[in-house]
Antibody, heavy 124, light 110 residues
């Protein structure tokens, strides 16, 4: 059974760095074709993809947020960590981690399991 | 970068009716590389359809996805009370890897 769960601070101050952890089970990021992504959703708004990390340590980022994001993995602990620097009130959102289907290829790539999300508010 | 535009923004229907949600891509989406998700209030998104028309595991057959050119459609043949939610389309671009979502369509009870 695949599960993912996000954790991190509920409140951060402007200019601070946000660190979120995705703890997962039911698969391993040491297995070929496994990938985990981060997606966020501002209140009442659409979904926005942020970053992805692959089993082979490849990392990919949203073009607009690339300079502020870092994604990493701890294969032994089954965790993926997202850091976002220089937080701003517009970054207030629910942050989700999601597994990318292991069948992902150039023709089809989608999120088959999602965490419950963690709400992060940015305010002084 | 492919932009996805969903319509309508809100759809008001009654249980038992047929719902049609559209997702138009700004350019041809290679290989029908599009997925649909359902999101209920306070919940995370749930995968419904991938590859434009393949239902995900345990998704009822009243949900159907189709494509014609740059126009993707999610059809719910006969609405059940639990189908009232927000629906998102999502596309994947491989060069470089990136993911785009439509802005969402809210399906509400009339």
């Amino acid at each position: 059974q695949v599960t993912l769960k996000e954790s991190g601070p509920a409140l951060v101050k402007p200019t601070q760095t946000l660190t979120l952890t995705c703890s997962f089970s039911g698969f391993s990021l040491s297995t070929t074709q496994m990938r985990v992504a981060w997606i966020r959703q501002s209140p009442g708004k659409a979904l926005e993809w942020l970053a992805r990390i692959d089993w082979d340590d490849d990392e990919f980022y949203s073009t607009s947020l690339r300079a502020r994001l870092t994604v990493s993995k701890d294969t032994f602990r089954n965790e993926v960590v997202l850091t976002m620097t220089n937080m701003d009130p517009v970054d207030t959102a629910t942050y989700y981690c999601a597994r990318i289907s292991p069948t992902c290829n150039i023709n089809s790539c989608y999120f088959d399991y999602w965490g419950q999300g963690t709400m992060v508010s940015v305010s002084s | 970068e492919i932009v996805l535009t969903q319509s309508p923004g809100t759809l008001s229907l009654s249980p038992g009716e047929r719902a049609t949600v559209s997702c138009r891509a700004s350019q041809i989406v290679p290989n029908s590389n599009l997925a649909w998700y359902q999101q209920k209030p306070g919940q995370s998104p749930r995968l419904l359809i991938y590859g434009a028309s393949t239902r995900a595991t345990d998704i009822p057959d009243r949900f159907t996805g189709s494509v014609s050119g740059t126009d993707f459609t999610l059809t719910i043949s006969r609405l059940e009370p639990e189908d009232f939610a927000v629906y998102y389309c999502q596309q994947y671009d491989n060069s470089p890897p990136r993911y785009s979502f439509g802005q969402g369509t809210k399906l509400e009870i009339k």
